[in-house]
């Protein structure tokens, strides 16, 4: 006769909202996120942490979530691609740059390469097309030739800039009142 899995009481801190979730021992992070929290956008492809549509940002950097165990994310900061919109709820310039350079096509593989694009800009706000092409080689996609998706890292940066040079335009007026 088996043991009935072991049950553990965890806490994800989840797009910056602590939520309280009971898990199996072995359940997926991908899983955990998507059955257990309703957040849906972080897709499961291989299983297998090949194709790179479960990534989600751990601490700030890229991580398959189908690779890790939902009970190892406990004291971690997790970002899903729901998280990555701006804090005004439009769109983040990496969401932008992939609407404005069509870099998705049937969408599946997107979050990944939304979360991924997410840190790769942080850590190089200024990429050359080929650090572009490099930061996105770990990802799959099966629809596009990757072109698309090229250009919208490039774009995303670009708005990055315009983004950080407006701010800073508008707290230097709002400064000299």
């Given at each position: 006769m088996s043991q009935p899995e072991q049950t553990f009481d965890?806490?994800?801190?989840v797009n910056g909202v602590s939520r309280?979730?009971?898990?199996p021992s072995r359940l997926l992070l991908s899983d955990a996120l998507r059955h257990e929290l309703g957040l849906t956008g972080t897709h499961v492809g291989c299983e297998h942490g090949v194709c790179g549509a479960c990534t989600v940002l751990v601490d700030?950097?890229?991580?398959?979530?189908c690779l890790m165990?939902?009970?190892?994310?406990?004291r971690h900061e997790i970002t899903t691609v729901e998280g990555l919109a701006d804090e005004d709820g439009r769109l983040g310039a990496v969401q932008q740059g992939f609407r404005e350079c069509h870099g998705l096509q049937c969408g599946f593989c997107t979050p990944g390469f939304l979360t991924t694009v997410s840190a790769f800009l942080k850590e190089n706000p200024h990429p050359t097309r080929e650090e572009a092409?490099?930061?996105?080689t770990g990802n799959l996609c099966r629809c596009t030739?990757?072109?698309?998706?090229v250009e919208s890292v490039l774009r995303a940066a670009e708005i990055t800039e315009e983004r950080a040079a407006t701010a800073g335009t508008t707290q230097t007026k709002d400064t000299s009142r």
């Amino acid at each position: 006769m088996s043991q009935p899995e072991q049950t553990f009481d965890i806490t994800l801190n989840v797009n910056g909202v602590s939520r309280a979730v009971t898990v199996p021992s072995r359940l997926l992070l991908s899983d955990a996120l998507r059955h257990e929290l309703g957040l849906t956008g972080t897709h499961v492809g291989c299983e297998h942490g090949v194709c790179g549509a479960c990534t989600v940002l751990v601490d700030g950097k890229p991580m398959r979530s189908c690779l890790m165990l939902a009970v190892s994310a406990q004291r971690h900061e997790i970002t899903t691609v729901e998280g990555l919109a701006d804090e005004d709820g439009r769109l983040g310039a990496v969401q932008q740059g992939f609407r404005e350079c069509h870099g998705l096509q049937c969408g599946f593989c997107t979050p990944g390469f939304l979360t991924t694009v997410s840190a790769f800009l942080k850590e190089n706000p200024h990429p050359t097309r080929e650090e572009a092409v490099e930061a996105v080689t770990g990802n799959l996609c099966r629809c596009t030739g990757y072109h698309n998706i090229v250009e919208s890292v490039l774009r995303a940066a670009e708005i990055t800039e315009e983004r950080a040079a407006t701010a800073g335009t508008t707290q230097t007026k709002d400064t000299s009142r």
